[in-house]
T-cell receptor, first 114, second 111 residues
Framework: DAGVTQSPTHLIKTRGQQVTLRCSPKSGHDTVSWYQQALGQGPQFIFQYYEEEERQRGNFPDRFSGHQFPNYSSELNVNALLLGDSALYLC?????????????FGSGTRLTVV | GQQLNQSPQSMFIQEGEDVSMNCTSS?????WLWYKQDPGEGPVLLIALYKAGELTSNGRLTAQFGITRKDSFLNISASIPSDVGIYFCAGLIQGAQKLVFGQGTRLTINP
């Protein structure tokens, strides 16, 4: 049974560019949450998608946007990249009925902005 | 916004020693969770606590949900090399969908 799959695993972008990160949830999960983890810090909540809608959003600017597809997979888009966007981006899937208790995290995408 | 203060930031211990770390907040949480993160991986859930005062064990790990609902601690007994990693506490407010994480405790074990 595949867990949460994230792609790519590593990415280097130039300041001002745009990036798209992808997440396939664990089988049976219908909810996807995205977290940003800066080096040496704990993950910070970006937003959560359920039924193809953004259900809740953390304290991140509009440059961060997302999408959920009918097969429950999700994308995180970041526009106008800043050096401070360099981080590990984690996707967590869960079942809508269990909420964050049932989170399964992926291994993340390491984004470096130069 | 909510913040969790986790301490210590790092620990260097000998194999076989017991470990204790804690997490405090200025806000009340309805659920406390403890995660472990290995290099290159996402966090993995160790223990979930749902009631104030609750004490829960998972093998050599024991965690408690503070009575005030503003703190939690995690103990690891008789540490072994595979316990090396970063431990995170996380809090959840009832009705919210997001976890609030602490800054992590990095555990290093000298054999």
């Amino acid at each position: 049974d595949a867990g949460v799959t994230q792609s790519p695993t590593h990415l280097i972008k130039t300041r001002g560019q745009q990036v798209t990160l992808r997440c396939s949830p664990k089988s049976g999960h219908d909810t996807v949450s995205w977290y940003q983890q800066a080096l040496g810090q704990g993950p910070q909540f970006i937003f959560q998608y359920y039924e193809e809608e953004e259900r809740q959003r953390g304290n991140f600017p509009d440059r961060f946007s997302g999408h959920q597809f009918p097969n429950y997979s999700s994308e995180l888009n970041v526009n106008a990249l800043l050096l401070g966007d360099s981080a590990l981006y984690l996707c967590a899937s869960s079942s809508g009925s269990r909420g964050p208790y049932g989170y399964t995290f992926g291994s993340g995408t390491r984004l470096t902005v130069v | 916004g909510q913040q969790l203060n986790q301490s210590p930031q790092s620990m260097f211990i000998q194999e076989g020693e017991d470990v204790s770390m804690n997490c405090t907040s200025s806000s009340i949480f309805n659920t406390w969770l403890w995660y472990k993160q290995d290099p290159g991986e996402g966090p993995v859930l160790l223990i979930a606590l749902y009631k104030a005062g609750e004490l829960t064990s998972n093998g050599r790990l024991t965690a408690q949900f503070g009575i005030t609902r503003k703190d939690s601690f995690l103990n690891i007994s008789a540490s072994i090399p595979s316990d090396v990693g970063i431990y995170f506490c996380a809090g959840l407010i009832q009705g919210a969908q997001k976890l609030v994480f602490g800054q992590g405790t990095r555990l290093t074990i000298n054999p």
